[in-house]
């Protein structure tokens, strides 16, 4: 899946953060401190807030999360635990002041979260659009096309105790649940993720498979795996173990091996 050249996207990160930037420069202006610029910023409404968040967690709290500073109810918390360690108001304004105008560098780094999780979504459309095209009618398919919500396994399995997000689920028409399935696009993986995205997927597999032979289910595990990180060969092999171990009710595949390996046969074995 392509991506985008620097610093081709530079005059579109421009038209979506320049306006973000200068508002915090504002806010920043008339805080009296840094811990009064994040509550400030947190009474703003969305999407701006979440930018704006962005640029206060790389100019004053590298040590806070966006996602943990999204939590308005949490602010006053975190201001006490993490507070002592935010970067003085005044440098603050020193380091907006000493930046050129536009700040290209900051904005080619928010157009890194813009694009994030974007080929992960473009990989599971295309395989809804495959799936659809190839098995559509005979079989259901449900799950998140483009940014939506995953499919909790605890709301679509009986007795299935645990909240587990998956990103598939193929069912029979008469919705006996037949495949699980997990979509991931790795533009570049490595050493401890790579670790524990493999073990966090065998964990997947052993409790699907013991919940199908509890309740006597046709079920299996499908993992779609796409991207340049696959060619690191240790990760593949990683990957490709994962049928072993599932010992033919888990497939691995790339979209390339779509028409070849994810068959009605596998399907109804």
């Known amino acids: 899946m392509d991506s985008e050249f620097y610093p081709d996207y530079l005059d579109e990160a421009n038209t979506i953060y320049g306006s973000v930037i200068e508002e915090f420069a504002n806010l920043a202006n008339k805080a009296s401190n840094s811990a009064n610029l994040l509550r400030s910023i947190t009474e703003i409404p969305n999407p701006s807030r979440t930018q704006l968040l962005r640029v206060f967690r790389k100019y004053v709290s590298p040590d806070t999360s966006v996602e943990m500073l ?12 993490y507070g002592h360690r935010f970067r003085d108001i005044e440098e603050v304004r020193e380091k907006l002041a000493s930046r050129p105008n536009p700040d290209e560098a900051l904005m080619a780094i928010l ?3 813009k ?31 483009g940014a939506g919500r995953d499919i909790m396994l605890n709301e679509v399995l009986e007795n299935w105790a ?7 689920l193929i069912s029979r028409t008469d919705k006996t649940p037949l495949v699980i399935g997990f979509a991931r696009y790795d533009s570049d993986r490595g050493g401890a993720q790579e670790d524990d995205r493999i073990g966090g997927n065998r964990d997947k597999v052993t409790d699907i498979l013991q919940y199908a032979n509890t309740y006597d289910l046709p079920l299996k595990v499908f993992f779609l795996n796409d991207g340049p990180g696959l060619t690191l060969g240790s990760m593949w092999n990683d990957y490709a ?26 399907l109804e074995s």
């Not at 999204?70 to 635990?81: F, L, N, P, T």
């Open 241 to 266: 173990s994962l049928e072993y171990y599932g010992q033919g009710r888990v497939l691995v595949c790339t979209l390339k091996m779509l028409d070849e390996r994810f068959t009605r046969d596998w």
């Open 70 to 81: 999204k939590v308005k109810r949490r602010i006053s918390s975190i201001i006490e635990d």
């Open 162 to 168: 645990i909240q587990t997000p998956a990103d598939i």
């Open 111 to 113: 157009m890194e979260y």
């Open 115 to 145: 694009s994030r999780g974007q080929k992960g979504y473009e990989l599971t459309e295309a395989f809804f659009l495959w799936f659809e095209k190839n098995f559509g009618a005979e079989y259901l398919i449900q799950g998140p096309v």
